[in-house]
């Protein structure tokens, strides 16, 4: 019981979002009746194959997942269902937040070096331009 209140605390955080004055969830748990919390689906609302197959191998990098598979429930809704299961005693949400968190770092990294080179490329131009005249 304990176990499902703190599963719950942990994903209070990602569950909504707003949306023109109204909650809007963006991010559902399902358990199947009888199931334990190793084995979890989570339904992502406005979400496509570039969060499901990026957010699916970064969570199949954990030694600690057995299985994490997504499919999107049909091409006119913008929606993914992402099922993971885990190996022994890991609920299935903590893969699924550090998943979340390492694919923004790697993000946030493809950015910073992004525009870093967008600096470099701007700093060689204007070296160029001003040598020339």
Known sequence: MEEDQELE??????????????????????????????????????????LGNSLRYMIMKNPEVEFCGYTTTHPSESKINLRIQ????????????????ELMNVCQHVLDKFEASIKDYKNQKASRNGSTF
Do not use: I, W, Y
Not at 17 to 29: D, F, H, Q, V, W
């Open 9 to 50: 605390r942990k994903m209070s955080g990602l569950k909504t979002s707003m949306t023109e004055g109204e909650r809007k969830t963006a991010l559902e748990m399902v358990q199947a009746a009888g199931t334990d919390r190793h084995c979890v689906t989570f339904v992502l609302h406005e979400e496509d194959h570039t």
């Open 86 to 101: 885990t190996r022994g005693a890991l609920p299935a949400v903590e893969p699924f937040q550090r998943g979340l968190n």
